[in-house]
């Protein structure tokens, strides 16, 4: 029982895979939803739609906040995937989902059933982990970070 508490118990010496698997989908996620808000793909209202409705609950102007948050989720979103600048680009998508949740989501609860912060607060926790731990093992970063080094 002991030898199987153990085992259970023991840190990895492959914890780069666990920043791998959230970098991964959370990337394409947020390049998702910035591609909504800049290039109103994926059924979104570009940077005037949104922009419009930024405004209307207070973030203004609200054409640039639209920007803003588009180009973060964009833009981070892809720095997450490929795992460049992902500090950095954590940090900047931590603010947002910061943004997000005081400014949309907090009045509405905890869930998403009901808009609520549950996800944004999930991502916040993401970004902040990853903002702390790095891209890991497999990633641009690791690669710079070696070169660097020799």
């Known amino acids: 029982m002991q030898q199987f508490v153990k085992k259970l118990t023991q840190v990895s010496d492959n ?3 666990s920043t791998l ?3 991964l989908p959370i990337g394409l996620i947020l390049m998702a939803h910035g591609a909504q808000k ?8 570009g940077l005037e739609g949104t922009g419009q409705w930024m405004a209307s609950i207070g973030l203004t ?12 989720e964009f833009f981070g979103g892809l720095l997450l ?26 009045g509405n609860g905890l869930f998403m059933s009901t808009n609520g912060y549950e996800y ?12 702390y731990q790095g891209a890991g ?6 690669v710079l970070s070696r070169r660097l080094q020799n």
């Open 137 to 142: 093992k497999y990633s641009l970063d690791a």
């Open 38 to 45: 800049l290039f109103s793909w994926f059924g979104g209202y």
């Open 81 to 106: 995937i490929v795992g460049l600048l992902v500090r950095p680009a954590s940090l900047v998508l931590a603010v947002t989902m910061l943004v997000a949740i005081f400014s949309v989501h907090i």
């Open 15 to 17: 914890s780069h895979f």
């Open 61 to 72: 102007p609200g054409y640039l906040m639209a920007m803003l948050a588009g180009s973060a």
């Open 120 to 131: 944004a607060l999930t991502l916040l926790v993401v970004f902040i982990s990853l903002t």
């Open 21 to 23: 698997a959230l970098r």
